[in-house]
Protein backbone atom coordinates (compact mmCIF):
# COMPACT_ATOMS: atom_id res chain seq x y z
CA UNK A 1 0.00 0.00 0.00
CA UNK A 2 1.37 3.07 -0.86
CA UNK A 3 -1.54 5.35 0.00
CA UNK A 4 -4.58 4.74 1.39
CA UNK A 5 -8.29 6.41 1.24
CA UNK A 6 -9.04 4.94 4.61
CA UNK A 7 -10.52 7.80 6.89
CA UNK A 8 -9.25 6.36 9.99
CA UNK A 9 -6.41 4.99 11.33
CA UNK A 10 -8.74 2.63 12.00
CA UNK A 11 -9.56 1.49 9.27
CA UNK A 12 -5.71 2.01 7.40
CA UNK A 13 -4.85 -0.49 9.49
CA UNK A 14 -7.67 -2.80 8.97
CA UNK A 15 -6.82 -2.66 5.26
CA UNK A 16 -3.06 -4.21 6.04
CA UNK A 17 -2.47 -8.04 6.49
CA UNK A 18 -2.14 -9.27 9.71
CA UNK A 19 1.67 -9.30 10.00
CA UNK A 20 2.59 -6.08 8.78
CA UNK A 21 -0.69 -4.37 10.18
CA UNK A 22 1.76 -5.84 13.58
CA UNK A 23 4.53 -4.29 12.71
CA UNK A 24 2.64 -0.67 11.64
CA UNK A 25 1.17 -1.05 15.50
CA UNK A 26 4.34 -1.43 17.02
CA UNK A 27 5.88 1.69 15.75
CA UNK A 28 3.10 3.39 16.58
CA UNK A 29 2.21 2.41 19.89
CA UNK A 30 6.59 4.07 20.11
CA UNK A 31 5.20 7.27 18.50
CA UNK A 32 2.15 7.57 20.38
CA UNK A 33 4.16 7.07 23.47
CA UNK A 34 7.00 9.18 23.01
CA UNK A 35 5.40 12.21 20.73
CA UNK A 36 4.95 15.49 23.29
CA UNK A 37 1.33 16.68 24.15
CA UNK A 38 0.00 19.20 21.39
CA UNK A 39 -0.30 16.16 18.13
CA UNK A 40 -2.88 14.63 17.21
CA UNK A 41 -2.93 11.09 15.17
CA UNK A 42 -5.32 11.56 12.01
CA UNK A 43 -5.01 10.29 8.94
CA UNK A 44 -3.15 12.73 6.36
CA UNK A 45 -2.01 12.21 2.76
CA UNK A 46 -2.55 8.41 2.52
CA UNK A 47 -0.73 8.04 5.79
CA UNK A 48 -0.98 7.73 9.46
CA UNK A 49 -0.06 11.40 10.32
CA UNK A 50 0.79 13.03 13.89
CA UNK A 51 -0.12 16.90 13.39
CA UNK A 52 -0.59 20.12 15.30
CA UNK A 53 -4.59 20.47 14.58
CA UNK A 54 -5.32 23.79 12.91
CA UNK A 55 -7.45 24.75 15.35
CA UNK A 56 -4.17 25.77 17.16
CA UNK A 57 -2.09 26.43 14.57
CA UNK A 58 -4.05 27.25 11.31
CA UNK A 59 -1.12 29.29 9.30
CA UNK A 60 0.60 26.69 7.21
CA UNK A 61 1.40 27.06 3.93
CA UNK A 62 -0.31 24.59 2.44
CA UNK A 63 -3.80 24.82 4.66
CA UNK A 64 -2.69 21.52 5.79
CA UNK A 65 -2.06 20.49 9.82
CA UNK A 66 1.20 20.83 10.15
CA UNK A 67 2.99 17.43 10.45
CA UNK A 68 5.89 16.22 12.79
CA UNK A 69 6.06 12.89 11.98
CA UNK A 70 4.13 10.19 9.59
CA UNK A 71 4.32 6.68 9.35
CA UNK A 72 2.99 4.41 6.05
CA UNK A 73 3.15 0.81 5.41
CA UNK A 74 4.87 0.93 1.42
CA UNK A 75 5.23 -2.30 -0.67
CA UNK A 76 8.21 -2.88 0.12
CA UNK A 77 8.99 -1.56 3.76
CA UNK A 78 7.58 0.83 6.24
CA UNK A 79 8.02 4.13 6.60
CA UNK A 80 8.16 6.72 8.86
CA UNK A 81 8.73 10.16 8.70
CA UNK A 82 10.11 12.62 10.76
CA UNK A 83 9.76 15.91 10.31
CA UNK A 84 11.57 17.33 12.70
CA UNK A 85 15.09 16.08 11.11
CA UNK A 86 14.82 17.58 8.22
CA UNK A 87 13.93 21.09 9.85
CA UNK A 88 17.11 20.18 12.40
CA UNK A 89 20.37 19.35 10.89
CA UNK A 90 21.79 18.84 14.49
CA UNK A 91 19.01 16.71 15.13
CA UNK A 92 19.45 14.72 12.40
CA UNK A 93 23.41 14.30 12.85
CA UNK A 94 22.61 12.72 16.23
CA UNK A 95 19.86 10.33 15.01
CA UNK A 96 22.18 8.79 12.26
CA UNK A 97 24.85 8.68 14.86
CA UNK A 98 22.14 7.02 17.43
CA UNK A 99 20.59 4.74 15.14
CA UNK A 100 24.09 3.27 13.93
CA UNK A 101 24.93 3.07 17.45
CA UNK A 102 22.23 0.42 17.66
CA UNK A 103 23.87 -1.77 14.96
CA UNK A 104 20.51 -1.92 13.48
CA UNK A 105 20.91 -0.99 9.52
CA UNK A 106 19.87 2.30 8.92
CA UNK A 107 18.14 3.15 5.44
CA UNK A 108 17.12 6.89 5.60
CA UNK A 109 16.36 9.54 3.26
CA UNK A 110 16.29 13.08 4.26
CA UNK A 111 13.51 12.68 7.18
CA UNK A 112 12.07 8.97 6.33
CA UNK A 113 13.53 6.13 8.11
CA UNK A 114 12.71 2.70 5.78
CA UNK A 115 12.66 -0.93 6.86
CA UNK A 116 11.10 -4.13 6.59
CA UNK A 117 10.21 -5.05 10.54
CA UNK A 118 9.95 -3.27 13.29
CA UNK A 119 12.38 -5.68 15.08
CA UNK A 120 14.87 -4.56 12.24
CA UNK A 121 13.80 -0.75 13.37
CA UNK A 122 15.91 0.94 16.21
CA UNK A 123 12.48 1.91 17.72
CA UNK A 124 13.99 3.07 20.87
CA UNK A 125 16.28 5.83 18.80
CA UNK A 126 13.00 6.64 16.52
CA UNK A 127 10.18 7.24 20.05
CA UNK A 128 13.50 9.70 21.37
CA UNK A 129 13.60 11.11 17.94
CA UNK A 130 9.89 12.35 18.00
CA UNK A 131 9.90 13.30 21.60
CA UNK A 132 12.57 15.79 20.76
CA UNK A 133 10.49 17.93 18.79
CA UNK A 134 7.49 20.20 20.65
CA UNK A 135 4.70 21.93 19.01
CA UNK A 136 6.01 25.06 20.25
CA UNK A 137 9.33 24.21 18.20
CA UNK A 138 7.98 22.98 14.76
CA UNK A 139 5.73 26.49 15.30
CA UNK A 140 9.02 28.46 15.66
CA UNK A 141 10.65 26.50 12.83
CA UNK A 142 7.73 26.30 10.27
CA UNK A 143 7.59 30.36 10.49
CA UNK A 144 10.99 31.06 10.25
CA UNK A 145 10.91 29.10 7.26
CA UNK A 146 8.24 30.49 5.92
CA UNK A 147 8.89 34.42 6.76
CA UNK A 148 11.77 34.54 4.53
CA UNK A 149 9.85 33.90 2.10
CA UNK A 150 7.42 36.40 0.48
CA UNK A 151 3.79 34.48 -0.12
CA UNK A 152 2.84 34.23 -3.26
CA UNK A 153 -0.55 35.68 -4.55
CA UNK A 154 -3.00 32.77 -5.85
CA UNK A 155 -4.71 33.27 -8.94
Given at each position: ?V?????T?????EE???????D??????V??????????E????????Y???????P??????P?????L?A????????????????E????F??A??AT?K????????V??????????????EA????????L?A???????????????
Open positions: MSSSAAVAAYLLPPARRAVQRVRELLANLPDGFEQMQYGMIGAIPLARFDTYNKQLAVAAAQKNYISVYLHGLYAQPLAAWVEYRGKLNMGKSCRFRRADAAALDVIGAAKVTPAQMAHEAAHAARPRRKRR
